[in-house]
């Protein structure tokens, strides 16, 4: 079982920026694929972005251009970076590890998931 812990819950204005932070002791994370997925009250939990064993990326359409995954082997750190944050951004964001091969961007296909940490835009 691989343990995750996300960081970086905010309350931020339309137009601001946040970081999320997912910290994984012990996991290799170019031997995994990494993702970050969001679900909003009432909406079934959707996928954000992925960032695969090479390093190669995949954005939900609605975060492209303001969204950036990238991760900090050194530190053992997955990060989402978040710009021109918009309300409808507001959700509890969760980091997932897929062992598999392929790094989709769908929630079914993650097996390891963190506790989710909560962003709200206003």
């Known amino acids: 079982h691989v343990q995750l812990v996300e960081s970086g819950e905010g309350s931020v204005q339309a137009g601001g920026s946040l970081r999320l932070s997912c910290a994984a002791p012990?996991?290799?994370?170019?031997?995994?694929?990494m993702g970050w997925f969001r679900q909003a009250p009432g909406k079934e939990r959707e996928g954000v972005a992925t960032?695969?064993?090479?390093?190669?990326?995949m954005y939900a359409d609605s975060v492209k251009g303001r969204f950036t995954i990238a991760r900090d082997n050194a530190k053992n750190t997955l990060y989402l970076q978040m710009n021109s944050l918009k309300p409808e951004d507001t959700a509890v964001y969760y980091c997932?590890?897929?062992?598999?091969?392929?790094?989709?961007?769908?929630?079914?296909?993650?097996?390891?998931w963190g506790q989710g940490t909560q962003v709200t835009v206003s």
């Open positions: 997932a590890a897929r062992a598999q091969r392929g790094c989709p961007l769908y929630p079914a296909n993650f097996a390891n």
């Open positions: 012990g996991l290799t994370y170019w031997s995994y694929c």
């Open positions: 960032l695969d064993r090479e390093g190669s990326t």
